[in-house]
Structure formats: structure tokens, C-alpha cells
């Protein structure tokens, strides 16, 4: 029988979506399952995108540039520059969601065996990207008990080899909702300029900072010129994650360049996404005030429940809609499955994600699970309640 590649034996199974026959068995027997474990909004997708799929009167649905519709990457150059992302519409180049974005920077910029330092715990499919690019992720721990914060620059100095090629950032990040702050990203800067390293940066979540905060991108840090790379996406922004657009945004232009050869070989992104993104611009600015009060009711009251429940702890996030919570249990994993499987309190249960998946040193995040607050106050509370009825029931737990 014909063998399975290397790069497809260690390529990881999605920890968010690994449990996911468990959920679908538990469903159709019946019991509801409050799925906290991905970061699907409930947020309804703005009216004005989604009326352009019906209005639309094509007769043939035809190739676009391989770097994107230029009408749309010339609106969405005058969009980062409402927001202080100085930038042409030549500078950026629109993927097949940001996850695209990553792998083709990732290709464009570092060799295979090269590595690329990522804070811990980090978006997972982090992991996935770098084993499809043969890149090695060196991690950084950053710490429950400061809340996630960038961990000491001279953590990440000491971990700088001939094979360090980049540092990747989330921010604000998920798994833990951090958002770093200017004097955070002014030492990225400084690490980068000295060791000649490019600073990727995924700022998906760039429009949803909370209690006052503000999002500082990597393209507005004076000196990053040619080491900034931005990945951006349109999934979380307006509820899109189904229209696949992501963008690449650099001032490099031989990392453009590059990244254009592997767009010219997929030929284009999609061409009916592009259009929903493109309207999407016009979306007014309610729209986005509204969303986030909502999140900030969902973070408040997930994070509070959390915090009430005995041997349960959650830093209150920043930014995102993601939290992590350490619980009084030995693996997660094990737990997440029980609580699909085996627990039900009144004929529901609760779907999260195992953090270890979040991390890349063996071991890490044991005990703990990442939570998205995507539904709505009601059903996160009840969900709260099923969460506090497992753990008391659990044969496992530590407490």
C-alpha cells in the first residue's frame, strides 16, 4: 500500500475541531450542546454585504488578479489609512482567508528548518501552518499570572539562533484575548531591527479592544518598514468567516513579491468573497458600536461566571472574544470529551477546546481550556451552570 507523507503524519488535528463527533453524537440524541469551544459569532453579518449576493446579475463569474479585485484593495488602502495604516492599495495582497496569508508569508519568508518565535499559548493552527511550510516554531511562555503579557524580551533574545527568521504575534491574541501594549511592541521592534527578523503580525481581531483600549498595529511602529508583515481578515470583523478573505499587508516588496508567485499558482481568491468584502466597507460605524457592547456583555459575564465557580480562574481579557480558564482537573482533553460524552445537567452540556493544543512545549495547558464568548448572555449562562455541575461530578476532578 502506497505510504503517507512525513509532512502528513505530523501535520496536528485541529484541537477545536477534534471533538466535534462527539458533539454531533450528543445532538442527535437530543441534548443541547452550548459550543464554546470555536470562534463562530452568532453576530449577525452586516445587511448591506449580504444584499450583494442578490443583487448581483453576472453572467459569468471570471479569474480576478491573483493579488485581488484592485477596486477592493484600493478601498481597503483607504480604510487602513483611516486608521492610521499608511499604506498603498500595491501593498497588499487579498488571500483566501488569513490563513492563507500566513502560510504564503511563511513560504515567502523563512526557508524549511528555519525558526520563528510565537509567544505561548498561540492561535493552533499556528502549529499547522509551520509544519506545511517545514518552519519550527520555537515558543515563548507567557504566564497565567500575568494575564498573558509579552514575556521578557530577554526570554525571547535567548532563544534567537542562525535559524531565527521572524517573530509572530497575535493581537489582540487568541487564545487569551491579550492586547499588547505600545511599550510591548516597541521591544518586538527593537529585538527585530537588531537580529534582522521579520515581526508577523495577526490583527484579526484588531476591532474588538474593550474598556477603553486601543489596538497598535505593527504597520504604524516607526522602523519596522521593511520587517512589519500584517494579517488581517475580514471572518470576525463582520461575521464573515464563511466568504474565506483575508489580506497580507506589507511596505516589503520583495516579500509582495514573492508571495504573488504562490498567488499566481492558486490563480485567485475568491471572487464572490472579495465583493461581500468590498461592500463591507460601508458598513456604518452602529454596526460596530453595537457589537462590541455586546461582547463586552459576554466577556463580563463569562469571565465573572467563570471566577465564581470553585477552583475555576479566567484573567479578564482585553481584547478578542476569547478567554483562557484553568480548572481543578488534571487533563482537559479527557474532561472536554466527559462532558460531551458522558455529562448532561437537564439534557445539556458544554463543547470547549483543551488548551494544550495552544501550546507548543509538552505539557503546557494541562489544565486548561480556551472559551470564545460567540453566544449570546443567556445561553452563557446556562452553559456556566453546566460547566459548575460537571466539575462537581467529575471523577477526575482534583478538588
Known amino acids: 500500500m502506497p505510504k503517507i507523507s512525513q509532512t502528513g503524519k505530523i501535520m496536528p488535528a485541529s484541537p477545536i475541531r477534534k471533538l466535534v463527533p462527539y458533539a454531533e453524537a450528543a445532538k442527535k440524541s437530543g441534548v443541547k450542546v452550548y459550543h464554546l469551544n470555536i470562534g463562530q459569532p452568532d453576530i ?14 453576472g453572467k459569468v463569474v471570471e479569474y480576478c488578479h491573483s493579488a485581488g479585485l484592485e477596486t477592493y484593495r484600493r478601498a481597503l488602502a483607504k ?38 518565535i510565537v509567544p505561548e499559548p498561540f492561535y493552533t493552527n499556528y502549529n499547522s501552518f509551520a509544519t506545511m511550510a517545514g518552519v519550527k516554531i520555537v515558543p515563548i511562555k507567557s504566564t497565567f499570572e500575568s494575564g498573558f503579557a509579552l514575556p521578557p524580551i530577554s526570554e525571547f533574545e535567548k532563544k534567537i539562533t542562525p535559524k531565527t527568521k521572524a517573530i509572530l ?10 492586547l499588547y501594549s505600545m511599550q510591548e511592541l516597541m521591544q518586538i521592534r527593537d529585538l527585530a531591527i537588531k537580529y534582522d527578523l521579520y515581526v508577523i503580525a495577526d490583527e484579526v ?15 504604524q511602529i516607526s522602523g519596522l518598514e521593511n520587517h512589519a508583515i500584517l494579517i488581517d481578515s ?17 511596505k516589503n516588496q520583495d516579500v509582495l513579491d514573492t508571495i504573488m508567485k504562490f498567488a499566481q499558482a492558486r490563480l485567485s481568491p475568491p471572487y464572490f468573497g472579495q ?37 475555576v480562574s479566567s484573567p479578564m481579557p482585553k481584547g478578542s472574544f476569547y478567554t483562557i ?22 439534557n445539556q452540556t458544554v463543547m470547549m477546546a483543551p488548551a494544550a493544543g495552544f501550546y507548543a512545549t509538552p505539557g503546557l495547558g494541562k489544565n486548561e481550556v480556551r472559551l470564545a464568548y460567540v453566544i449570546n448572555t443567556d445561553d452563557l ?5 453546566c460547566l459548575a455541575e460537571g466539575l462537581k461530578e467529575y471523577p477526575a476532578k482534583t478538588i
Open 79 to 116: 480604510q487602513y489609512q483611516t486608521i492610521g495604516i499608511n499604506v498603498d492599495y500595491s501593498q497588499i495582497m487579498v488571500t483566501f482567508g488569513g490563513s492563507e496569508g500566513l502560510i504564503y508569508v511563511l513560504m515567502s519568508c523563512l526557508d524549511r528548518g528555519d525558526e520563528m
Open 275 to 311: 465583493l461581500i468584502g468590498l461592500e463591507s466597507i460601508n458598513t456604518p460605524k452602529e454596526y460596530f458600536d453595537e457589537v462590541r457592547t455586546e461582547y463586552v456583555k459576554r466577556r463580563n459575564c463569562l469571565i465573572n461566571g467563570l471566577n465564581k465557580i470553585p477552583g
Open 234 to 250: 475580514t471572518s470576525k470583523r463582520y461575521s464573515e468567516c464563511g466568504i474565506r478573505v483575508g489580506f497580507v499587508v506589507t
Open 381 to 385: 449562562q446556562k452553559a456556566l451552570v
Open 325 to 346: 480558564a484553568r480548572l481543578p482537573i488534571d487533563d482537559s482533553e479527557i474532561f472536554c470529551r466527559w462532558m460531551l460524552e458522558t455529562f448532561r445537567f437537564e
Open 169 to 178: 504575534i497575535s493581537n489582540p491574541n487568541n487564545p487569551t484575548g491579550y
Open 44 to 57: 449577525h453579518t452586516p445587511e448591506n454585504a449580504l444584499a450583494v449576493l442578490k443583487k448581483y446579475n
Open 205 to 219: 481581531y484588531r476591532d474588538f479592544c474593550y474598556d477603553g483600549t486601543k489596538h497598535i498595529s505593527v504597520m
